[in-house]
């Protein structure tokens, strides 16, 4: 199974400054179809994961675009130009390239200073 | 919009069985399929496995392989998941996920399994 090692595993930020996440995988995520199949997924406290960015870097309809991914191969990052008060909680990756299974990140917890 | 409703909380001993529903509107159910994906307490998310609405395959995580049935209802629009022999580690939240690239997640509900 493709493995996603998320860093930092904790991310205290100060609101307004920009913020990082890496996600980097055991193996390339390129698909034979040419297509890499990495997704990133927000959950606030004590609500249902939801989706943010997919196929690396194409954000979702009604996303900040203060949100952004980038990467390619086995490097991928997710970043906040400037972090506010409602970017708080667990910003997880995921890939779908090499499935079954589908696998997720750790999990990295942004939280304000 | 899309939008996927799911049963309520479960409170199962061990060695029972649960089957939780996810009832799906704003899209062509049978062109589509259901991930479930669950959450034990404070931990991160786990792929249990999908099924297709259009064909009724299905792909089990290994983990859970022998103890899970995923099917689906055309008629209603629904999805289940049965999950069999409970165990402590089993508690969790779970949640029905549709859509391309796991874009669109139910609530999500919460099994809790103890004697």
């Known amino acids: 199974d493709v493995v996603l090692t998320q860093s930092p595993l904790s991310l205290p930020v100060t609101l307004g400054q920009p913020a990082s996440i890496s996600c980097r995988s055991s193996?390339?995520?390129?698909?034979?179809?040419?297509?890499?199949?990495l997704n990133w997924f927000q959950q606030r406290p004590g609500q249902s994961p939801r989706r943010l960015i997919y196929?690396?870097?194409n954000r979702d309809s009604g996303v900040p675009d203060r949100f952004s991914g980038s990467g390619s191969g086995t490097d991928f990052t997710l970043k906040i130009s400037r972090v506010e008060a409602e970017d708080v909680g667990v910003y997880y990756c995921?890939?779908?390239?090499?499935?079954?299974?589908?696998?997720f990140g750790g999990g990295t917890k942004v939280e304000i200073k | 919009q899309v939008q996927l409703v799911q049963s309520g909380v479960e409170v199962k001993k061990p060695g029972a069985s649960v089957k939780l529903s996810c009832k799906a509107s704003?899209?062509?159910?049978?062109?589509?399929?259901i991930t479930w994906v669950r959450q034990a307490p404070g931990q991160g998310l786990e792929w249990m496995g999908w099924i297709s609405a259009t064909n009724g395959n299905t792909n089990y995580a290994q983990k859970v392989q022998e103890r899970v049935t995923m099917t689906t209802d055309t008629s209603t629009n629904t999805g289940y998941m049965e999950l069999r022999s409970l165990r402590s580690d089993d508690t969790a939240v779970y949640y029905c996920v549709t859509g391309d690239y796991e874009a669109h997640w139910g609530q999500g509900t919460l099994v809790t399994v103890s004697s």
């Open positions: 704003g899209y062509t159910f049978g062109n589509s399929g």
């Open positions: 193996q390339s995520l390129v698909h034979s179809d040419g297509n890499t199949y």
């Open positions: 196929k690396v870097s």
């Open positions: 995921m890939q779908g390239t090499y499935w079954p299974p589908l696998t």
